[in-house]
């Protein structure tokens, strides 16, 4: 796919791949065997129909596409942009055997955009069930299901706490792998579906989730706050001026428009010449490449495994690597140091070897003795994971939570152990990503239908 030269995209938030041409998607779109047991489709966990789409595709019969695209995933446009497809669809390609699988993800986005400008059909809802759901969040997870449960035929109100809904969509992708307009316009779809989108609204605060359900008459309420809890290392200097979380940096660069530089100077975040992203994920990257765009002279990406170990999608550590982010690897921090204001000047690192495998399976980073080292800079991201956030679970004692704070459910529904509450996503699997919350948010809504059938 073409994408931005990686000089030019350093210096601008503006998306970095730039789709497909018409005879690009039908071209690869030929290349599609559609085989007879289609096993793309069991790597979708919201079993889009792979083949069928891309047959629509090859036969330049675009909107037919999009309808079945449609069929089983409500944000598409999102979903061809940051779903890892070469773990999930792409991985089953029978084509990847022997060459390059389809690239679906490609062809998903291009169907999706295709659609956005060529406008967007709405399909039917079942009649007024008379039922209502209240929705706790409005990330992939929520949107899926919210949309899923108004084609249904219930009422649907989703409740957000920030003022923009998406969840992470909106706060923790930057603009250039995940324009914002992109976001607003699938939100805009699933409103058309007669789901009712409230923001600024923090549930734990504003309302219980038992006061949803007893005073606000809700006749179930699903939750998906996500996993938005930063994690640090617990190393000295972590409270230095200048040390950020990653949920804390993006945020500040993508909600409070850091990125629009042009317009929006005031925004508080400072970068400085020099910055240290921690962490080897999509977070890191992401934080790292915003980082360079916001006028950083020198980025360095500290990660204490090798390259081969990276969470990351090899794809955005190609990207990232291509822009100028300097890759510190099986290196570790073990220190953050700073000046007499109290601002941080450099961090103490450490270098190091992989030994045995770790309960994860990856081999386990072992110090070096003797290797220690600084790496000056002015300022510090950690980016090495998020936990569950309390407040649901504090202001609902009744709510059966795991030893980290993540909500117990029944895998098969979804279905916590109180009747008639849902959770899914990242508050229930801890961050992954955007595909497996918004399966979450199917199979959820499939189990919810059915328990609201049965009252």
């Known amino acids: 796919m073409p994408r931005q030269d990686p000089k030019?995209?350093?210096?601008?938030?503006?998306?970095?791949?730039?789709?497909?041409?018409?005879?690009?998607?039908?071209?690869?779109?030929?290349?599609?065997?559609?085989?007879?047991?289609?096993?793309?489709?069991?790597?979708?966990?919201?079993?889009?129909?792979?083949?069928?789409?891309?047959?629509?595709?090859?036969?330049r019969d675009f909107r037919a596409a999009a309808r079945k695209l449609k069929?089983?995933?409500?944000?598409?446009?999102?979903?061809?942009?940051?779903?890892?497809?070469?773990?999930?669809?792409?991985?089953?390609?029978?084509?990847?055997?022997?060459?390059e699988p389809v690239a679906i993800g490609r062809l998903e986005r291009f169907v999706a955009d295709w659609?956005?400008?060529?406008?967007?059909?709405?399909?039917?809802?079942?009649a007024p069930t008379g039922k209502s759901v209240a929705v706790v969040g409005s990330g992939p997870a929520g949107l899926t299901v919210a949309g899923d449960l108004a084609k249904l035929g219930h009422r649907v109100v989703v409740f957000e706490a920030l003022h923009k809904p998406g969840g992470v969509l909106v706060y923790g992708i930057p603009e250039f792998r995940l324009p914002k307009a992109i976001v607003a316009r699938e939100v805009e779809y699933v409103k058309k579906l007669g789901v009712e989108v409230r923001v600024d609204h923090v549930i734990g605060r504003i309302y219980t989730i038992e006061e949803l359900m007893t005073e606000e008459g809700f006749d179930a309420?699903?939750?998906?706050?996500?996993?938005?809890?930063?994690?640090?290392?617990?190393?000295?200097?972590?409270?230095?001026?200048?040390?950020?979380?990653?949920?804390?940096?993006?945020?500040?660069?993508?909600?409070?428009?850091?990125?629009?530089?042009?317009?929006?100077?005031?925004?508080?975040?400072?970068?400085?010449?020099?910055?240290?992203?921690?962490?080897?994920?999509?977070?890191?990257?992401?934080s790292a490449r915003t980082a360079l765009r916001l006028g950083a002279d020198e980025v360095h990406n500290v990660y204490r495994r090798s390259r081969v170990e990276m969470?990351?999608?090899?794809?955005?550590?190609?990207?990232?690597?291509?822009?100028?982010?300097?890759?510190?690897?099986?290196?570790?921090?073990?220190?953050?140091?700073?000046?007499?204001?109290?601002?941080?000047?450099?961090?103490?690192?450490?270098?190091?070897?992989l030994g045995e495998p770790d309960a994860s399976g990856r081999r386990r980073p072992v110090p070096v003795k003797g290797s220690e080292f600084e790496l000056e800079c002015e300022?510090?991201?950690?980016?090495?994971?998020?936990?569950?956030?309390?407040?649901?679970?504090?202001?609902?004692?009744?709510?059966?939570?795991?030893?980290?704070?993540?909500?117990?459910?029944?895998?098969?529904?979804?279905?916590?152990?109180?009747?008639?509450?849902?959770?899914?996503?990242?508050?229930?699997?801890?961050?992954?990503?955007?595909?497996?919350?918004?399966?979450?948010?199917r199979m959820s809504a499939r189990a919810i239908h059915e328990y609201l059938s049965k009252e």
Not at 77 to 91: L, N, T
Not at 118 to 123: A, D, I, K, R, Y
Not at 230 to 253: D, K, Q
Not at 263 to 283: C, D, E, L, Y
């Open 379 to 441: 300022t510090l991201v950690m980016a090495i994971g998020n936990g569950a956030n309390p407040l649901i679970s504090q202001t609902t004692p009744s709510l059966a939570v795991n030893r980290w704070g993540y909500i117990v459910v029944d895998e098969a529904t979804g279905a916590t152990n109180i009747p008639g509450v849902y959770a899914g996503g990242d508050i229930v699997r801890g961050a992954a990503t955007v595909i497996l919350a918004m399966g979450d948010g």
């Open 115 to 126: 659609e956005l400008e060529h406008g967007v059909e709405t399909p039917q809802t079942a």
């Open 71 to 99: 069929e089983k995933n409500s944000l598409p446009a999102i979903c061809g942009r940051v779903c890892p497809q070469e773990e999930q669809c792409e991985r089953f390609c029978v084509l990847g055997k022997k060459q």
């Open 8 to 59: 030019v995209r350093a210096t601008n938030f503006n998306e970095v791949a730039l789709g497909y041409t018409e005879e690009q998607a039908v071209s690869e779109a030929e290349r599609c065997l559609s085989c007879k047991k289609r096993p793309c489709i069991a790597g979708c966990p919201v079993e889009v129909d792979i083949p069928e789409f891309i047959g629509f595709v090859a036969k």
């Open 221 to 286: 309420v699903y939750i998906c706050t996500g996993a938005g809890l930063p994690t640090f290392m617990s190393i000295p200097g972590e409270n230095l001026a200048g040390v950020y979380s990653a949920n804390e940096f993006l945020t500040r660069s993508n909600l409070m428009k850091a990125y629009d530089f042009a317009a929006h100077k005031a925004t508080p975040i400072k970068v400085g010449s020099r910055v240290v992203v921690v962490g080897g994920g999509n977070v890191a990257m992401d």
């Open 311 to 353: 969470p990351a999608r090899a794809e955005e550590v190609e990207n990232a690597e291509e822009e100028g982010i300097i890759f510190e690897l099986l290196t570790n921090p073990v220190a953050i140091l700073g000046d007499d204001k109290g601002r941080v000047r450099s961090v103490r690192c450490i270098r190091m070897e």
